[in-house]
Nanobody
Framework: VQLQASGGGLVQAGGSLRLSCAAS????????MAWFRQAQGKERELVAV????????DYADAMKGRVTISVDDPKKTVFLQMNNLKPEDTAVYYC????????????????WGQGTQVTVSS
């Protein structure tokens, strides 16, 4: 599985962004897909995770209520819609994938995208 994240950028506080993670592979429906973020000087943390086929979703507390994770199966893309962004959401956002549900344990995810920078100005 190869992952390509995109959609980051500079946005004002209160604004929205939609991140995309384009995935390659023939068995994507068996994977769990996740978005993590890492702010400068901080550890990488989970934002959200979704089961590709079933659509079950988990959201971490950091952005719960402000983000939605979704899958577009024909486009082989996972989206992260982020609303009401805050300066503290500034980070590099990564998509990750694994055959097993890994939750917030980033080191157990097998596949990673390259990251996309999100900067929220006050």
């Amino acid at each position: 599985v190869q992952l390509q994240a995109s959609g980051g950028g500079l946005v004002q506080a209160g604004g929205s962004l939609r991140l995309s993670c384009a995935a390659s592979g023939r068995t994507l429906r068996t994977y769990y897909m996740a978005w993590f973020r890492q702010a400068q000087g901080k550890e990488r943390e989970l934002v959200a995770v979704i089961n590709w086929s079933g659509g079950s979703r988990d959201y971490a507390d950091a952005m719960k209520g402000r983000v939605t994770i979704s899958v577009d199966d024909p486009k082989k893309t996972v989206f992260l819609q982020m609303n009401n962004l805050k300066p503290e959401d500034t980070a590099v956002y990564y998509c990750a994938a694994d055959l097993t549900y890994r939750g917030s344990v980033d080191v157990q995810y097998t596949y990673w995208g390259q990251g996309t920078q999100v900067t929220v100005s006050s």
